[in-house]
């Protein structure tokens, strides 16, 4: 009995032993897996029986895994049954649930004590589960002690459910470490002929490859620059014509391409598998080197075909490639005679310029030329501004005739009058008449006293008296004048410029104060403050053109009649008159009028003009 019970024992180990290993393997569906482990468990936990089950559709209860397995026209046992009951419950719960269960043994007639175990899983791309265990214990010691070993279910199916993640990181790392590598070796060369050079030794040593090229687009075609532990080689040797055709078939479709082509691959391979008919039969790979969203290298990979590329080693190749390519690009641009890269720098740039990329950018680079192009090259009309004012050619004074006071005024200042009728005022003549009474008056006393004297014969006296009459008859003369200019009165017709004298009527007035000034329209010029900078760009004749602030759209043309040769300063500036004749009056103009005028120079250079002032300032600072 002993013995039975030994050779027993040792099955049992020999079994669980056996379902170790073969959890141990990656390998294997997920119902194998759980089978697996629910048979360890049971065996382990002296479990009588045992099931995974899941919450299935419209509320029914899928097993998963089933010990011991029963023959499909076999009934469910009991304890199967009751733990799909309980399984609803269970599904919702994060604790074990433990059941009583009765019945007869089947070794004999004691009865033995048995229970159900439901032990909450998460069993990975599955869910929420539970494992169902029938397990026989003699008291709560026993029950308690199997039911931690078959809680064990749950932290192995967690770690079942992590090992795919972690092997899959230590992959990615793996291919991490490898593409590094390949960085480094090509990081520790400063010439892109000896990174070229390293870049394909360490792919080639590192994916087991015969041979290992890198080839650069130049122009249209694709040039090999490196060969794996080759430090010379000529392009007209048939093997390189062959990888490069290869280069450039990958280059064209800007994906990578293998050789033998798998089945479901859509692109073309041709050039590819001459090269790997001729020199094999071999496995080919090529890879597209991208720097700033073009393909500007190709890597292509060459080995025994029985040793073919695997997906994870075309990623991983291209992940190097990646790393690689800003390095490459570097060394290949730069690592040149200086020749060399002014005509590829300028090549490049010729290339951008009339290439189909960046239309609007270049619309806006052609106008931005044009126009500095114009404005350098372009001539337009030069014209000195300045200011002017509007002044009177000649004016008419009508002054105070004789002393007096001022009776009357009739116009005011911008009144318009015509001349030899229109009375501007008068003057008071109260006392002239009186004088001219007393002066008539007097003549006729020394008439008389003439008369007498030639009565009486005294010829002397007579001729006294006659000389005072006279005299007299001149004084009246003068009275009779002054009078008769009493009204004011202008002989040329115009605007009254000055005259304001309504406020100043019976005010008393000398002989010669300017009472009125009347200046004719059609007598006008400007008078412009020309600056210093800008006199001697100023001949006489020069034609311009100016408006008044009052009627800033009237343009009214005028030619230079005089150029005063003495500066004056007005402002705190050096400025020269320049007297100007209008070749067209309006209406609305008056004396006074201030505005902007610019006179026409000649053609100059637009550049010139918009920065001579600049030029100017700087050459005095600098003195030059």
């Not at 991208?290 to 290298?297: E, F, H, I, K, L």
Request: aromatic share 8%; proline share 4%; net charge neutral.
């Amino acid at each position: 009995m002993e013995l039975q019970n030994s050779q027993s024992q040792r099955e049992g180990e020999t079994k669980v032993t056996e379902l170790i290993r073969r959890l141990q393997k990656p390998d294997g569906s997920p119902a194998q897996f759980l089978l697996n482990l629910l048979t360890a468990q049971c065996v382990l936990g002296n479990a009588d029986g045992g099931a995974i089950l899941r919450n299935g559709q419209k509320g029914h209860v899928d097993i998963l895994a089933l010990y011991p397995q029963s023959a499909n026209d076999v009934s469910a046992p009991e304890w199967l049954v009751e733990s799909a009951g309980l399984a609803h419950k269970a599904f919702s719960s994060d604790n074990h649930t433990v059941k009583s269960w009765d019945e007869i043994s089947p070794c004999d007639d004691r009865p033995a004590k048995r229970s159900l175990l439901m032990v909450p899983l998460h069993v990975p791309e599955t869910g929420r589960a539970v494992a169902a265990f029938l397990v026989g214990a003699k008291d709560e010691t026993a029950l308690h002690a199997s039911l931690e070993k078959l809680q064990l279910l749950a932290g192995i199916l967690s770690f079942a459910q992590l090992r795919p993640t972690r092997q899959d990181w230590q992959q990615r790392c793996r291919r991490l470490h490898q593409a590094l590598e390949t960085l480094s070796a090509v990081n520790r060369e400063q010439r892109f002929r000896s990174a070229a050079m390293a870049f394909c030794n360490e792919v080639a040593s590192r994916w087991q490859c015969d041979r290992a090229s890198i080839g650069f687009l130049k122009g249209r075609y694709v040039q090999l620059k490196a060969m794996s532990h080759t430090a010379d080689f000529s392009r007209k040797m048939e093997v390189v014509q062959h990888i490069e055709s290869a280069m450039e078939e990958c280059l064209d479709q800007d994906v990578e391409i293998l050789s033998p082509a798998p089945k479901e691959s859509t692109y073309i391979h041709r050039a590819s598998d001459q090269l790997s008919k001729r020199y094999g039969p071999l496995a080919v790979l090529s890879v597209p080197l991208r720097w700033q969203g073009r393909v500007m290298a190709v890597l292509t990979l060459e080995r025994p075909a029985e040793r073919a590329f695997h997906l994870d080693e075309i990623e991983t190749v291209r992940l190097a490639c990646e790393l690689c390519t800003a390095r490459l690009a570097n060394l290949y641009e730069y690592d040149r005679g200086i020749g060399a890269t002014i005509a590829f720098r300028l090549r490049k740039g010729v290339a951008a310029l009339v290439g189909p990329k960046h239309t609007w950018v270049k619309v806006a680079a052609i106008l931005c030329f044009a126009t500095i192009f114009f404005l350098i090259c372009g001539e337009g009309e030069f014209r000195a501004k300045a200011p002017f004012m509007l002044e009177a050619t000649y004016q008419q004074v009508i002054p105070a005739p004789f002393d007096g006071y001022i009776k009357s005024v009739g116009v005011e200042v911008g009144d318009t009058v015509e001349g030899g009728t229109t009375v501007l005022g008068d003057l008071d003549t109260a006392e002239l008449r009186l004088s001219l009474a007393a002066a008539k008056a007097e003549k006729a006393g020394y008439l008389k006293q003439a008369s007498a004297a030639m009565r009486d014969s005294e010829t002397a006296k007579a001729q006294i008296a006659e000389a005072n009459a006279e005299k007299t008859e001149a004084q009246i003369e003068l009275l009779e004048y002054q009078i008769s200019q009493a009204s004011l009165v202008s002989p040329l017709g115009g605007v009254v410029v000055t005259g304001d004298l309504k406020r100043e009527i019976g005010a008393p007035v000398k002989t010669g104060d300017v009472l009125f000034e009347v200046c004719p329209l059609e007598a006008l010029r400007a008078q412009l403050l020309v600056p210093e900078e800008d006199v001697y760009d100023i001949k006489v004749n020069q034609e311009g053109y100016l408006a008044t602030a009052s009627y800033p759209g009237q343009r009214i043309t005028f030619v230079v009649e005089r150029i005063n040769p003495i500066a004056e300063v007005v402002n705190q500036r050096n400025i020269f008159k320049v007297r100007v004749q209008l070749l067209e009056t309006h209406p609305w103009m008056r004396p006074g009028m201030e505005g902007v005028a610019k006179v026409s120079i000649g053609q100059r250079r637009y550049v010139w003009m918009w920065t001579r002032k600049i030029i100017n300032w700087i050459r005095m600072q600098l003195w030059l």
